[in-house]
């Protein structure tokens, strides 16, 4: 028999080598490297694209609260979104890692929206996950930065004189434009909310005096003044003894004598014997005081025939002509009560005293008598502010709040006139008081010179000119947009 016919020897051959080939190693590693090498490539695909979407997130995020914090100073919330996409792009590169990065509407909250939340999102293409079905990463981030709107209190000092009835120079008589841009900060600062805690706002119109009446006044009647002891003191203009002060109910503010019948409002300034006695000026302080050689300026006069000294400081030609129809509007957290004093500010007349409009609209922003809306003890941050706008130099009237002192017609600002603004405004800076100016169309290098003293500092944001009506409106949301700040809360 041949051996392969011997059926144990055969199967025990079988056996062996199927051991062989079972144990053998060789040619084995193609399918188990097969079959680990696609997994093991799509953990590397993986943490690739998610490297490069870590690398986008935070890119993301940097540029969104870089974008936040740079544009939330912007109060006016059409311009809010615009703005902080401008930074926002400056921040984010265009087609960083193959990114679509879009920017998502700004979303306003709290009392007075000082609450800023905005998100980001981005759609980034993979590269290795693809291979899995994975075509996108989408990627988003978020902030909320709480905008400290600072507490302030506001005073618009409007000139109101006869050449504000004139052109502006774009189709517009200059009032109406400063009308509607005194209007345009308003609705900045108070936003889509009628009244504002944080937000009290008054309004000053001036020409050659100040109608210290409040807004709205129309008559005056002389039975209903009454009078309050004082300790007997002098009266600064005729040096005779005095011992009452004399009190009309349509204004907070104090006289020395009775107002005639025909009084219209207006009062003079704190000032006399200049030459003589420069100590006793009164009209760049605040409310009534003694001065520092004992003068004692507990009240104001008003402008009317009967009380008129009739000779020294004042004439006796009797009140001003040109008293404007327009009060004093104090401080008010209304939107509504400083809109209707815009809107009532029509008829300009007479010269221009841009001192006594500085001089009232500060005792109007500052806490103490006569007005005394301002707290004198704000909690946290808390600014004073006087917005100035004028269109022309200083010019001396008949009976104006200096009663022509210092002459009439232009030449009564360097004659006196430009240095009592001066003192007004260097008293109102050293009590805190920001002080904007605008110069507006009337372009002269002296007057800019004068003003740029008068402003906080002599350049924007304090100091502007605006040439028409178009620049004006822009320089008072400049104005508004400086009157806010922030901080990060998250």
């Known amino acids: 028999m041949r051996p392969f016919d011997d059926p144990?020897?055969?199967?025990?051959?079988?056996?062996?080598?199927?051991?062989?080939?079972?144990?053998?190693?060789?040619?084995?590693?193609?399918?188990?490297?097969?079959?680990?090498?696609i997994p093991l490539l799509g953990f590397i695909g993986l943490g690739t694209d998610a490297a490069r979407g870590y690398?986008?997130?935070?890119?993301?995020?940097?540029?969104?609260?870089?974008?936040?914090?740079?544009?939330?100073?912007?109060?006016?919330?059409?311009?809010?979104?615009?703005?902080?996409?401008?930074?926002?792009?400056?921040?984010?590169?265009?087609?960083?890692?193959?990114?679509?990065?879009?920017?998502?509407?700004?979303?306003?909250?709290?009392?007075?929206?000082?609450?800023?939340?905005?998100?980001?999102?981005?759609?980034?293409?993979?590269?290795?996950?693809?291979?899995?079905g994975y075509q996108n990463l989408n990627i988003g981030t978020a902030t909320e930065v709480t905008r400290q709107t600072i507490s302030m209190d506001v005073v618009l000092?409007?000139?109101?004189?006869?050449?504000?009835?004139?052109?502006?120079?774009?189709?517009?008589?200059?009032?109406?434009?400063?009308?509607?841009?005194?209007?345009?900060?308003?609705?900045?600062?108070?936003?889509?909310?009628?009244?504002?805690?944080?937000?009290?706002?008054?309004?000053?119109?001036?020409?050659?005096?100040?109608?210290?009446?409040?807004?709205?006044?129309?008559?005056?009647d002389e039975t209903q003044t009454t009078t309050t002891a004082e300790p007997s003191f002098t009266n600064?203009?005729?040096?005779?003894?005095?011992?009452?002060?004399?009190?009309?109910?349509?204004?907070?503010?104090?006289?020395?004598?009775?107002p005639d019948a025909d009084w219209k409002g207006c009062a003079f300034a704190r000032y006399m014997n200049f030459l003589d006695n420069p100590d006793g000026i009164a009209d760049h302080l605040l409310g009534p005081i003694t001065t520092v050689d004992g003068t004692d300026w507990l009240a104001w006069q008003p402008i009317d025939p009967t009380t008129a000294p009739g000779s020294g400081w004042w004439g006796s030609s009797g009140g001003y002509?040109?008293?404007l129809d327009h009060g004093i509007t104090p401080l008010t957290d209304q939107k509504s009560?400083?809109?209707?004093?815009?809107?009532?500010?029509?008829?300009p007349d007479g010269v221009t005293n841009i001192a006594q409009g500085l001089a009232w609209a500060w005792r109007v922003v500052s806490p103490g008598k006569p007005f005394d809306e301002a707290d004198p003890f704000p909690k946290g941050l808390h600014e004073r502010a006087i917005v100035l706008l004028t269109d022309g130099e200083q010019t001396g009237g008949n009976n104006d709040g200096y009663?022509?002192?210092?002459?009439?017609?232009?030449?009564?600002?360097?004659a006196g006139m430009d240095d009592r603004l001066r003192a007004v405004a260097a008293s109102a800076k050293a009590g805190g008081i920001k002080v904007y100016v605008i110069q507006f169309f009337h372009s002269s290098g002296p007057l800019q010179a004068l003003l740029k003293e008068v402003a906080t500092e002599p350049n924007a944001p304090f100091y502007h000119f605006a040439p028409d009506g178009a620049a004006l409106e822009q320089v008072f949301k400049?104005?508004?947009?400086?009157?806010?700040?922030?901080?990060?809360?998250?």
């Open 8 to 37: 144990p020897r055969l199967a025990d051959g079988l056996r062996a080598k199927c051991r062989r080939f079972l144990t053998d190693e060789g040619g084995a590693s193609l399918p188990l490297t097969a079959a680990v090498l």
């Open 55 to 132: 690398l986008v997130k935070a890119r993301l995020g940097d540029a969104l609260d870089a974008a936040v914090l740079a544009g939330a100073h912007v109060v006016d919330p059409a311009d809010l979104q615009s703005e902080i996409q401008k930074y926002f792009e400056a921040n984010f590169p265009p087609g960083y890692m193959g990114a679509t990065v879009t920017l998502n509407p700004v979303a306003l909250s709290g009392a007075d929206d000082e609450i800023i939340n905005i998100s980001a999102s981005a759609v980034m293409n993979t590269t290795f996950m693809r291979l899995f």
């Open 157 to 220: 000092s409007m000139d109101m004189s006869g050449s504000m009835d004139w052109s502006d120079g774009s189709g517009s008589t200059r009032i109406a434009s400063a009308r509607t841009a005194a209007h345009t900060l308003v609705d900045i600062l108070y936003g889509n909310k009628s009244a504002k805690s944080t937000l009290l706002i008054g309004l000053v119109p001036w020409n050659g005096a100040v109608n210290v009446w409040l807004n709205g006044t129309t008559t005056y």
């Open 236 to 258: 600064p203009l005729n040096g005779t003894p005095q011992s009452v002060i004399y009190h009309t109910p349509n204004t907070p503010v104090p006289f020395l004598g009775s």
């Open 321 to 323: 002509p040109d008293c």
């Open 337 to 347: 009560t400083i809109e209707s004093a815009i809107d009532d500010l029509t008829n």
């Open 403 to 414: 009663d022509d002192e210092f002459g009439t017609g232009s030449g009564a600002g360097a």
């Open 478 to 490: 400049e104005i508004a947009d400086d009157l806010s700040a922030l901080r990060i809360s998250k």
